[in-house]
């Protein structure tokens, strides 16, 4: 299994400021996903981090406001820019582990994050 | 685009009580299917998976689900449940042609009373 590790752990944050959450891995793996779980809903994916490229957004988010970071295969930024009260959410980051042909994902604690 | 529903949004049952929860989603290609729960305050655990063979499968803590291709569900069971059980619930959905991009359902809180 994988261990992931999300900081900060939660937040409150002012309306029109940024805040990054990171996410730490304690092996390498192949895929990296950030989702957000609005109040009282389930988990959306926001974009798949890619290590050395651009990451890859969901229909409905963009770079400019959800800007990613993929440095190596072990850690991954997500930055929620120019925030809004409608941001608040739990933001999570999983990766994906791949034993022979079996897949599965792990997922962070989260970063809950409120903006007032 | 492939959705994942889950049919009850809350569930309260008592110890001991059987525990059904639905799952139907809409794709016609390959899936890999799971079952995820996540305990109060608490980071999502795999419970289960089905990507191929016997469409009834085993996870941890008692629970199982099937796989009905023909009826697009994936749905899970618990025998007997436990106080413990209480936690949200979600099903998830990956289609092997899109990657390894997870859906997930609305999720199903369930309350389990002493």
């Known amino acids: 299994s994988a261990v992931i590790s999300q900081k900060p752990s939660r937040d409150i944050c002012q309306r029109g400021t940024s805040l990054t959450i990171q996410c730490q891995v304690d092996?390498?793996?192949?895929?990296m996903f950030w989702y957000r779980q609005q109040p009282g809903q389930s988990l959306t994916l926001i974009a798949t981090?890619?290590?050395?490229?651009?990451?890859?957004?969901e229909s409905g988010f963009v770079i400019d406001k959800f800007p990613i970071s993929r440095p190596n295969l072990t850690f991954s930024t997500l930055t929620v820019s120019n925030m809004s009260p409608e941001d608040s959410s739990i933001y999570l980051c999983?990766?994906?582990?791949?034993?022979?042909?079996?897949?599965?994902?792990?997922f962070g604690q989260g970063t809950r994050l409120t903006v007032v | 685009a492939q959705s994942v529903s889950q049919h009850n949004h809350h569930v309260i049952l008592s110890e001991a009580a059987s525990l059904e929860l639905g799952c139907n989603y809409s794709y016609g290609g390959t899936v890999n299917l799971f079952w995820y729960v996540q305990y109060p305050g608490q980071h999502l655990q795999l419970l289960l998976k089905y990507f191929s063979g016997d469409p009834l499968v085993k996870g941890i803590k008692g629970f199982e689900a099937e796989f009905i291709k023909s009826k697009f569900s994936f749905n899970l069971r618990k025998p007997s449940v436990q106080w413990s059980d209480t936690a949200e619930y979600f099903c998830?959905?990956?289609?092997?042609?899109?990657?390894?991009?997870?859906?997930f359902g609305g999720g199903t809180r369930v309350l389990v009373k002493p």
């Open positions: 092996s390498q793996v192949t895929m």
């Open positions: 981090a890619n290590q050395g490229s651009e990451a890859t957004y």
């Open positions: 999983s990766v994906e582990s791949r034993l022979l042909m079996d897949t599965e994902a792990f």
């Open positions: 998830a959905v990956n289609p092997r042609a899109a990657g390894n991009k997870l859906t």
